[in-house]
T-cell receptor, first 114, second 108 residues
Framework: EAQVTQNPRYLITVTGKKLTVTCSQNMNHEYMSWYRQDPGLGLRQIYYSMNVEVTDKGDVPEGYKVSRKEKRNFPLILESPSPNQTSLYFC?????????????FGPGTRLTVT | QQPVQSPQAVILREGEDAVINCSSSKALYSVHWYRQKHGEAPVFLMILLKGGEQKGHDKISASFNEKKQQSSLYLTASQLSYSGTYFCGTEEGNKLTFGGGTRVLVKP
């Protein structure tokens, strides 16, 4: 079964305490990405990765880091979280197969930074 | 730049039709459509690649007019399960930018 998993699903933390949200996919997809979703602002892309060791900034990368050491994993790192990073985060995994385009989102991680 | 969706919200009775529009100030090369139900992750519906292309997902179809830099999503004979927020997404390079969403409520 095609699956994108994220952990943790919920996290309450304090300003400045480093955290990592993990994302893993079981479909051998090349392209993975992170989004944040905020009321009134919709979904915004944070970072994306075209393949292992290839990452690039999306529209709102400030305050975030990513790495892609293995194809299946794409963790999102907040080195020094701030309250404005309180949001709902989604990881997504994408591939083109011939004429077919597949994209799956993880279940989301609700982060609160106090 | 974020594509603009209209309307922002629509209420339908089961069996009625609706159209959601997505327009961009930039040239469009592809348009993605998603549906997100409350408390859930977005679900990819379809991608349109060429001007004039139309696609379908159940009774949900879409068209893409690259000259007008817009795409439309058609909800035909709506079902209760069509309720949710619909987003369009446009690609620039390898980045994906989403519209603000259209809330759809289908009532019995």
């Amino acid at each position: 079964e095609a699956q994108v998993t994220q952990n943790p699903r919920y996290l309450i933390t304090v300003t400045g305490k480093k955290l990592t949200v993990t994302c893993s996919q079981n479909m051998n997809h090349e392209y993975m990405s992170w989004y944040r979703q905020d009321p009134g602002l919709g979904l915004r892309q944070i970072y994306y990765s075209m393949n292992v060791e290839v990452t690039d900034k999306g529209d709102v990368p400030e305050g975030y880091k990513v790495s892609r050491k293995e194809k299946r994993n794409f963790p999102l790192i907040l080195e020094s979280p701030s309250p404005n990073q309180t949001s709902l985060y989604f990881c997504a995994s994408t591939t083109w197969t011939g004429n077919s385009y597949e994209q799956y989102f993880g279940p989301g991680t609700r982060l609160t930074v106090t | 730049q974020q594509p603009v969706q209209s309307p922002q919200a629509v209420i339908l009775r089961e069996g009625e039709d609706a159209v959601i529009n997505c327009s961009s100030s930039k040239a469009l090369y592809s348009v993605h459509w998603y549906r997100q139900k409350h408390g859930e992750a977005p679900v990819f519906l379809m991608i349109l690649l060429k001007g004039g292309e139309q696609k379908g997902h159940d009774k949900i179809s879409a068209s893409f007019n690259e000259k007008k830099q817009q795409s439309s999503l058609y909800l035909t004979a709506s079902q209760l399960s069509y309720s949710g927020t619909y987003f369009c997404g446009t690609e620039e390079g390898n980045k994906l930018t989403f519209g603000g969403g259209t809330r759809v409520l289908v009532k019995p």
